[in-house]
């Protein structure tokens, strides 16, 4: 088990997962530990699904057929602003080329480019996804601030614990997808998926790690 600055340091987004599911008490102590991150007034306001087996083949294979098929995305929320500030979009274009150039794939390869795309629809391969949404009547950008706490959690939980996962706005991208898939689900907006497992021994493209800036950019001292 890696200590907290060890996971922190060493998370990355894995795309390339063994055909295993983790246990489901280790799941649910991954959980419960997350649900102990803060939130305004204690008021919790996350809504977690753990889609697996059956489901997650289901789900898998609609979320394929649906790319397959040119589905057009129709999320509850917008991720980003539209478009991107320059400096966000400088890093935005780095991280895209980055990740082609590690797997080889060059600028006129398009079927190459066509299953990279597809492997999000695949979830990766993941044997299982955490999808995290809240209450509609409770959306605001603070409950998302919240989410986003137990969702930090939730990955570096597993990176402490030699799994791996990989926060993805594609499922949010098609919340009808989804509440077809997640029973009783009909409120919730939908936030964001979580493919996670066990990451593939020697997986080229789980070495993939995208540079950070250097924290004289984005960190001040006001004394």
């Known amino acids: ?18 055909n295993t599911e983790i246990p489901m008490e280790e799941i649910e ?23 697996r087996g059956q489901a997650m083949e289901a ?12 589905m ?27 990740i082609f150039q590690h797997k080889g794939i060059g600028r006129e390869d398009k079927d190459k480019r066509h299953l990279h795309n597809r492997e999000n629809f695949a979830f ?9 949404g809240v209450d509609k009547d409770n959306f605001t950008h603070g409950t998302v601030m919240d989410c986003g706490f137990v969702l930090n959690n ?11 996962s990989c926060p993805q706005y594609t499922p949010a991208a ?23 497992g066990t990451p593939k021994k020697d997986s080229h493209v789980n070495k993939y790690q995208p540079a950070r800036l250097p924290i004289e950019e984005w960190f001040s001292v006001v004394e």
């Open 1 to 18: 088990m890696l200590d907290i600055f060890s996971a922190i340091n060493t998370r990355n987004s894995i795309r390339e997962y063994e």
């Open 29 to 51: 102590r991954i959980v419960r530990t997350a649900g102990q991150a803060p939130s305004s007034k204690n008021t919790q306001p996350w809504k977690l699904f753990l889609v």
């Open 59 to 70: 789900m898998r294979n609609d979320f394929l057929q649906g790319f397959d098929e040119g």
């Open 72 to 98: 057009k995305p129709h999320p509850d929320f917008a991720y980003s602003p539209n478009p991107l500030p320059a400096p966000s979009l400088k890093l935005a274009r780095e991280c895209g080329i980055g």
């Open 124 to 132: 990766f391969g993941a044997p299982h996804i955490f999808v995290l």
């Open 154 to 164: 939730i990955m570096n939980l597993l990176t402490a614990q030699g799994y791996g």
């Open 174 to 196: 098609y919340p009808d997808l989804l509440r077809k898939h997640i029973p009783n689900s009909e409120n919730i907006l939908m936030i964001t998926g979580l493919p996670f």
